[in-house]
């Protein structure tokens, strides 16, 4: 067998200086969350965080700040969760955001 191809059952070789940025942006995150504001960090986060997160981020966040910018950053696929958070909540901010967000992308 030759090498000239790629193997898709061999595990692909991960660049040290790829592992050494993520041990160091782990090691922020785990400074600013032990020294710094937890609020301000989980709203950081949420930007670049995936649409799982910020489905859970706007069920369960303990910060209202939190789940209102999770809200707002929710999209067509995320309608169900806006719907849960409309019908466990109707009468909240968290919940009239969620409606406004909801009449939006519908």
């Known amino acids: 067998m030759s090498n000239c191809c790629n193997d898709p059952t061999e595990i692909p070789k991960l660049d040290p200086r790829e592992l050494v940025r993520e041990q160091t942006r782990h090691g922020d995150l785990l400074r600013e969350?032990?020294?710094?504001?937890?609020?301000k960090l989980m709203l950081h986060e949420l930007r670049d965080a995936n649409t799982?997160?910020?489905?859970?981020?706007?069920?369960?966040?303990?910060?209202?700040?939190v789940r209102l910018a999770?809200?707002?950053l929710l999209e067509?696929?995320?309608?169900?969760?806006?719907q849960r958070i409309v019908d466990k909540e109707p009468e909240s901010g968290i919940g009239i955001a969620?409606?406004?967000q909801l009449q939006k992308l519908q």
């Open 33 to 39: 969350l032990f020294t710094g504001d937890p609020e």
């Open 70 to 72: 999770a809200i707002a």
């Open 98 to 100: 969620a409606n406004s």
């Open 52 to 65: 799982y997160l910020r489905e859970l981020a706007a069920l369960r966040a303990h910060y209202p700040s």
């Open 76 to 82: 067509q696929s995320s309608l169900s969760i806006l």
